[in-house]
């Protein structure tokens, strides 16, 4: 049999068949994440057992924000499961690309001494005539999946990064909370030995020992929290063996001197918010294809085939019947309404999406930097008032103790209130960089979700007990 057209059409359908390309994946995505990887420039590589020489090199150092966010993106589950994602939507657009299979079918009927062999070629019309749309339509859809892992990716950059944050911040605290214990022992210790030769009251050493239980009480949740946080890291750096017992940094980075002036923060976050770009890229492809749904709802079903049937009887007798054999459905029952009414649905359903991420995306960030600017006042208002305060009250004491103008005991208390002094700063410089990770992100890549609050802690300071000093 010959099959001119078919042979025809056959060929242009291989000639645009797309395969994989997992390399242009990866570059694409390097592109679309630049600048938005929490402020680190990464080059972005597919699992490879080079990465773990690489990521050896890293732990080797004290472990910064930057050393974390490489390893992340180097080792991290999150970061290979977003390539595969990635991988598996390339799949469907290559298979998109691919003209559908013809079928082919064989008959042999007999009737008395005649037999009858009937061949049959079958293509599916509708597939061929719409494969370049359906083609495009699915690299769209790719399109959309590139834009979503880079959202994952710079998700996962600023998770590390906080998370990093908290656990150098947790570690640091627990280091002063620690120096409070010495003191409130020391105080305890005192008490005891006054108590025994009969320069202090039973209530006086009770008190003092409160002070103390309560130091160590505050000492322990502070050695939990900061185990936590480290373990959070570790899960996203993906990290086990060995490999967890590296060394965090020793202390948080220093604030900014001065704060960062952003009067642009709403049209900052519609141009360059990869969540936004994906919304109206939705959109634009759902209306490009309202018109495709109506057509193709009428010529849903629509087959071509190629027949050839022999004849022969019991003289040996053949005749040969060939041609082609042209299948449309009857819209005797259903018109397409529904599917016409479900692509317009989709369509509106994309366009108010669109308004919801816009309006989403202003109001957060505006949030964000006021929240970034609120941390900033507040931590520069602990580091250039508070503290500064402290460190001359802490003088003065010290002065008048050496001078035999006050006791050991308001030594002793001033040195736990300037320790929780520091303490609070601290947790002041922490909320800042957790709200700088979450305005980078806000502003360049997607929701950051639930924004980070001031967590400063209000606690009164553990002082010693008043009663009899």
């Not at 994602?85 to 008959?107: E, V």
């Not at 294809?289 to 709802?297: D, E, F, I, N, R």
């Not at 103008?405 to 040195?415: A, K, N, R, V, Y």
């Not at 800042?432 to 929701?447: H, I, V």
Request: aromatic share 6%; net charge neutral; with cysteine.
């Amino acid at each position: 049999m010959r099959y001119p057209a078919l042979t025809l059409l056959a060929a242009a359908a291989l000639a645009g068949c797309a395969t994989p390309d997992p390399q242009r994946n990866l570059a694409d995505l390097q592109q679309l994440s630049s600048g938005r990887t929490a402020g680190v420039a990464v080059d972005l590589r597919r699992p490879d057992p080079a990465n773990e020489a690489a990521v050896s090199a890293l732990l080797q150092q004290p472990l910064s924000a930057e050393s974390a966010v490489r390893i992340a993106l180097l080792n991290s589950p999150a970061m290979q499961q977003a390539l595969v994602t990635l991988d598996l939507s390339d799949a469907l657009r290559a298979q998109a690309g691919r003209a559908p299979n013809p079928h082919f079918s064989i008959a042999d009927l007999a009737e008395g001494d005649r037999r009858e062999l009937e061949r049959a070629l079958r293509f599916d019309l509708v597939g061929l005539l719409f494969l370049p749309w359906k083609s495009e339509w699915q690299n769209r859809q790719h399109e959309l999946a590139k834009l979503q892992a880079a959202q994952d990716i710079a998700r996962l950059a600023t998770d590390v990064r906080k998370a990093w944050i908290n656990a150098v911040a947790a570690q640091q605290s627990a280091q002063y909370l620690g120096d409070v214990k010495e003191a409130a022992e020391a105080g305890a210790e005192l008490a005891r030995r006054m108590t025994r030769v009969g320069n202090f009251s039973k209530l006086q050493q009770a008190r003092e020992q409160t002070v103390l239980a309560d130091a160590a009480a505050q000492l322990a949740r502070a050695q939990q929290r900061a185990y936590s946080e480290r373990e959070k890291l570790t899960r996203l750096l993906g990290l086990w063996g060995t490999q967890a017992q590296y060394t965090l940094a020793e202390r948080l980075p220093d604030l900014p001197a001065e704060p960062t002036a952003l009067n642009d923060v709403e049209a900052r976050a519609l141009r360059e918010r990869l969540d936004v770009r994906a919304a109206v890229a939705e959109t634009t492809y759902v209306a490009d294809s309202l018109g495709m749904v109506k057509t193709t709802g009428y010529l849903d079903g629509l087959t071509l085939a190629y027949k050839h049937t022999t004849t022969t009887d019991g003289s040996g007798a053949r005749d040969e019947k060939h041609g082609w054999e042209l299948e449309l459905p009857l819209p005797l029952f259903d018109w397409g309404t529904a599917r016409n009414a479900r692509a317009e649905a989709i369509y509106l359903q994309s366009a108010v999406r669109v308004r919801r991420v816009a309006v989403q995306a202003r109001s957060e960030a505006r949030e964000a930097y006021y929240g970034w600017r609120s941390a900033w006042d507040l931590a520069h208002h602990y580091r250039d008032e508070v503290l500064p305060l402290r460190r001359f009250i802490s003088d003065e004491v010290l002065l008048r103790y050496n001078g035999m103008l006050l006791s050991t005991w308001d030594l002793l208390g001033e040195i736990r209130a300037q320790s929780l002094a520091v303490n609070q700063a601290l947790d002041a410089q922490r909320d800042f960089w957790l709200a700088d990770a979450d305005l980078q992100l806000t502003l360049t890549a997607t929701s950051p979700g639930a924004l980070s609050a001031l967590r400063t802690s209000s606690e009164p300071a553990v002082t010693a007990s008043s009663g009899g000093h």
